[in-house]
């Protein structure tokens, strides 16, 4: 750990390793493995009875010094950096539960999370429960409870405040509101009002659920229409059908049914 040092200074510095060339910038390893200095060091490294780099799908020197950085400006013992947000929250989600555990979710997160949660954990013995994020918290029981810190109202009003994205929940904007900051910042509002204003049937949004799978089925279709196995009919017929299955699912997954 570096916590001698500022965040600023972290946020440059922590975790740089330096190659014989003395760079003065990060260097990006773009090689897909190591060279071992003999047949005996490579088996210990793989055995993991050696410290060093195998593979850059395990972790290279550009990832570790990522990994460091990020450890250090959270205060944190150990990162560890996965190539997207899902693949992530997947690793978690195996790294802490097992068959027969319970998840209680927060409704308001990723549409791809509610796919992984009430449709792959499942198959593996895991349920989840989605409730509204504030409530997350007091489930009576759960093996993992998710979003939770993110999902409360300190936190989403310190985030709107600090970042302007929109808080998740009604209760961090009103937290926002009471606390001045709204008449301090004239106008940071706004985007809040446009969510939570009364709707009509003319101005009224929709929320497209499980649009990430919707999206690949429409695409699966177009293809079989342009490659001459289906009917530009009967593959847009099936990409609605499908696609109908899919908001249905997502409606019965929201509504826990």
């Not at 490294?45 to 395990?58: K, T, W």
């Not at 198959?123 to 989605?130: A, I, K, P, Q, S």
Request: net charge negative; aromatic share 8%.
């Amino acid at each position: 750990m570096e916590d001698h040092k500022d965040f600023d200074t972290l946020a440059v510095r922590a975790g740089q390793l330096r190659s014989p060339h003395g760079e003065h910038s990060e260097a990006l390893y773009l090689t897909s493995s190591f060279v071992f200095a003999s047949a005996a060091q490579a088996a210990a490294r793989f055995s993991g009875e050696e410290e060093g780099f195998v593979y850059s799908r395990f972790s290279n020197p550009t990832v570790a010094m990522l990994q460091e950085r990020l450890a250090a400006l959270e205060g944190a013992e150990a990162c560890v950096a996965t190539a997207s947000g899902m693949a992530a929250i997947l690793a978690t989600a195996m790294g802490l539960l097992k068959a027969g555990d319970h998840i209680v979710s927060s409704s308001s997160i990723f549409g791809a999370t509610v796919q992984l949660f009430a449709g792959v954990l499942t198959r593996f013995g895991v349920e989840t429960t989605f409730v509204d994020g504030a409530d997350v918290a007091g489930s009576p029981l759960f093996d993992a409870a998710w979003l939770d810190e993110a999902s409360s109202q300190d936190v989403q009003a310190r985030w709107h405040q600090e970042t302007g994205y929109l808080p998740i929940t009604i209760a961090a904007y009103e937290l926002t509101r009471k606390s001045g900051f709204y008449e301090k910042n004239p106008g940071t509002d706004v985007s809040v009002q446009q969510m939570i204003v009364k709707t009509t049937d003319k101005s009224r949004g929709l929320r497209l659920g499980n649009m990430v799978q919707i999206r690949a089925i429409m695409e699966e279709e177009l293809e079989n229409v342009w490659g001459g196995k289906k009917t530009p009919k009967q593959g847009l017929d099936d990409a609605v059908r499908r696609g109908n299955e899919q908001l249905e699912r997502f409606q019965k997954t929201v509504q826990g049914k």
